[in-house]
Every structure is written in C-alpha cells, then in structure tokens.
T-cell receptor
Framework: RKEVEQDPGPFNVPEGATVAFNCTYS??????FFWYRQDCRKEPKLLMS???SGNEDGRFTAQLNRASQYISLLIRDSKLSDSATYLC???????????FGKGTKLSVKP | DAGITQSPRHKVTETGTPVTLRCHQT?????MYWYRQDPGHGLRLIHY???????DKGEVSDGYSVSRSKTEDFLLTLESATSSQTSVYFC???????????FGEGSRLTVL
C-alpha cells in the first residue's frame, strides 16, 4: 500500500461547483499534513496546512481524521483559476521528510 | 516568491554522461532538497541537506550524489546518466523543519 494515496481524477466540474478531494495515509506516526497546489508544468506551492480541528481559508476547507487516517480538501464556489493538481502531503514524525501523494487533477469549466 | 533558482532549466544529454544540476537560494534557509517528479509517481525525494556539508539520502538516491559547500548552493550530480533518470527535477528550500517548502521552477532532464 502506498504511504499516501489520492484519487488521480481528473475531476471535471463547472464553475461554481463544490468539489471534494480525499487522501489516505498509511503511517499512523504521521504528524503533519498539508495540501499543495501544482499548476501545469509549474512548481508545487503550499495551499494550506491541515489541523486536527479542521481549518478554513476562504473557499477552501481542510479536514483531518486521524482515526481513519484520512485527509480531505473541500473547494466551494469553484473558479476557473482553481484548475490545477492538488497534492496531499504527509510528514513522517517530527523529524521525518515530507511524503507527497501523486495528486488529484481538477479542471474547472465555464 | 522565495529566491530560489535552478540551472539549467532544460537539458538533453546522452546515456553515460555526467550531469550536474544546480540549485541556488538567496533566502539563507537551512534545509535544501532535491526531488524528482515523474508521471505515475508524484514527487520523490532524492537527497536533502540540513546544513553546509550535511546531507542525507532520500527514497530514490541510487545513481545520484549531492554536495553543499555553501549555504546558498546545493548541487545534484548524476555520475553516469541513464534513461531512467529522465525526469523533472525540483529543488526546494525551507527555513524550519516544517511542511512549507518553497520550490524552484524545475529542471527538465532528458537522457537519450
């Protein structure tokens, strides 16, 4: 089983839609969780950290379920500019490196 | 944007030749990383550095070596390039051992 697994998509949604991405991780010792965004042929950039209590940043909401080893990202009112690949990232322990999922591709259509 | 540059941005080389990719930062960050990204595999860590002359292996380090003689430069060397090393290589930096990495624009390497 891969350490971080994501549905590769693509998710094709109309503007204004709400879309949710899921991610599972296998190492129960994982301590920190993140979502990165990567535009086509560009470098990844941090979108948001994921906290145990869940957190929101504008139209984006991240949730963590440690018991199920599951992370989610919800995007409300999708914009054309949200089209990108979203990478789920997990940090192994306090001194561990980051493990990247393969990414979920989102395409928002007019 | 973080001050991080990679060179060369594109390179085509032949099997068996040595290749060096350079990562240069102007942020004085302690940690530097080299990743490769391939379709179907996502980003995978090759090597990383936690200070000058302090480096360690990542999950796909075979066939690669690194050096960091100055805080601002982190070099990735393929001693004898193989076709399996055709990839996009990203350098990243971070100040603390957190989850926020700042990536360079990537170096696209093709080994024929």
């Amino acid at each position: 089983r891969k350490e971080v697994e994501q549905d590769p998509g693509p998710f094709n949604v109309p503007e204004g839609a709400t879309v949710a991405f899921n991610c599972t991780y296998s190492n129960s010792a994982s301590q920190s969780f993140f979502w990165y965004r990567q535009d086509c042929r560009k470098e990844p950039k941090l979108l948001m950290s994921v906290y145990s209590s869940g957190n929101e940043d504008g139209r984006f909401t991240a949730q963590l379920n440690r018991a199920s080893q599951y992370i989610s990202l919800l995007i409300r009112d999708s914009k054309l500019s949200d089209s990108a690949t979203y990478l789920c990232v997990v940090k192994r322990g306090s001194q561990g490196n980051l493990i990247f999922g393969k990414g979920t591709k989102l395409s928002v259509k007019p | 944007d973080a001050g991080i540059t990679q060179s060369p941005r594109h390179k085509v080389t032949e099997t068996g030749t040595p290749v060096t990719l350079r990562c240069h930062q102007t942020e004085n960050h302690r940690y530097m990383y080299w990743y490769r990204q391939d379709p179907g595999h996502g980003l995978r860590l090759i090597h990383y550095s936690y200070g000058v002359k302090d480096t360690d292996k990542g999950e796909v380090s075979d066939g690669y070596s690194v050096s960091r003689s100055k805080t601002e430069d982190f070099l990735l060397t393929l001693e004898s390039a193989t076709s399996s090393q055709t990839s996009v290589y990203f350098c990243a930096i971070s100040d603390f051992d957190t989850g926020e990495l700042f990536f360079g624009e990537g170096s696209r390497l093709t080994v024929l």
